[in-house]
């Protein structure tokens, strides 16, 4: 996305009519413009709040939140796609809401565990992609962060990773998951060194 999508005017994050808004305001984004909602795949964001829904019983608020600190900010689902992708969670047995007040909790149900028991890789690694957003966001506006500390040949080993990955997925974007599960291998990896 090239930052054109308000009539013919330059669009920037956080402009008032523009698809890229960030709550509270909006902060300069410097350099590429990234559409941090295109940064999730179909399914990804059922798929998250499975995820964290199985790490403890939420409400539809709590994922909205989780993700927006995981994100350090810059990206905060809205609540008209966060709550279609709990009514279908819902719907296909995955979790169950219990009544709280006015509010609904949402609890992970036994077929909901072995779904995401099997599709947890990938779980994770859109996590670390959302994660991996936002500190390059916080980095990119001067906000600190460990990337422009690394050494110069861990920087450009990392910026080979992306290169490869951005063609592969040029190539075949039916591929993603496929490349987001290597690529959680990879971080995996990573953390036991």
Known sequence: MDGLDNGGRRCGFGM??????????GRGMGGEMTRAGRMLAQGDLKLIALALIA???RHGYDIIK???ERTAGWYAPSPGVVYPALTFLEDIGHVIAQPEGAKKLYVITDDG???LSERRDLAEAVLDRLAAFGESMQQQNGEGGEAGELPPLLRAALDNLRAVAARQIAKDSD?????VAVLARAAGELRKV
């Open 113 to 115: 565990r072995d779904y």
């Open 66 to 68: 989780v993700i927006e």
């Open 175 to 179: 591929k993603e998951a496929e490349l």
């Open 16 to 25: 008032p009519g523009c698809r890229w808004a960030r709550r509270g305001g």
């Open 55 to 57: 790490e403890q019983p």
